[in-house]
């Protein structure tokens, strides 16, 4: 397999997790956002959104995190990072839709490049902006998670999921940004457990760099 990557996108780096949770080898080709590599022509006739990741399995094309972490699942089925059972799964894609849906994209750097280059924001608004939406979203997931008594050593039960898949990267990016997270006490729990997995460990930016 290859993953067209960027270290720091955490959509990529949600495949990075699945992909080594999965024990599937695969080949990292790095794009780089910064320099603005996903516009390059070549890159647009393989992913016309010129976004990260797109993973090439086979001669197969697969867009967007979430239906790539899907696809791995169904390709190889063990660890699953989806339950089986169907209030679990139900909850599990709460989760994905809070993160995937509600935080991530409105704190996408294409949204922060327009909020700087054609809204006109100074750099300080512009991280008022992501730390105000992150929170917002990190608030209500840990509300979410507390009143849940499917949650336990992760967001679903005591393996991780698909939802523990999208919450690490976010949490990275809330570092990043130097946003307190200590006050979310199941969040970090989640995230201490999933840190001592060597899956989770071997995904991050500053691994993959």
């Known amino acids: ?22 024990k599937i080898a695969y080949t990292q080709i790095p794009v780089d956002l910064v320099q603005g590599a996903q516009r390059n022509r070549d890159y647009l006739l393989k992913n016309p959104q010129g976004l990260v990741p797109l ?12 239906a790539i972490c899907e696809y791995l699942d169904e390709k190889v089925t063990e660890p699953s990072i989806i339950p089986t059972d169907i209030n679990e799964r139900a909850m599990m894609r709460s989760i994905v839709g809070m993160i995937a ?4 994209p409105i704190n996408n750097l294409r949204v922060l490049n327009y909020l700087s280059d054609e809204v006109g924001v100074t750099g300080e608004q512009r991280k008022a902006w992501y730390r105000h ?13 507390s009143a849940s008594n499917k949650t336990g050593d992760f967001s679903i039960g005591d393996q991780p999921t ?3 898949i999208c919450l690490i990267p976010q949490l990275y990016n809330a570092q990043r940004f130097k946003i307190e997270t200590d006050q979310l006490k199941v969040i970090k729990r989640i995230e201490s457990n999933c840190q001592n997995i060597d899956a989770f460990s071997r995904a991050h930016p500053d691994e993959n760099i």
């Not at 849906?101 to 991530?104: E, K, P, R, T, V």
């Not at 939406?133 to 998670?145: D, I």
């Open 55 to 66: 993973l090439e399995d086979d001669g197969q094309l697969i867009h967007q995190s979430i």
């Open 162 to 164: 698909l939802a523990d």
């Open 101 to 104: 849906s509600d935080i991530h």
């Open 1 to 22: 397999m290859i993953l067209y990557d960027y270290f720091r996108s955490s959509a990529a780096y949600r495949v990075r997790i699945a992909l080594n949770l999965k």
């Open 133 to 145: 939406w992150m929170l917002v979203g990190l608030e209500s997931l840990e509300e979410f998670l």
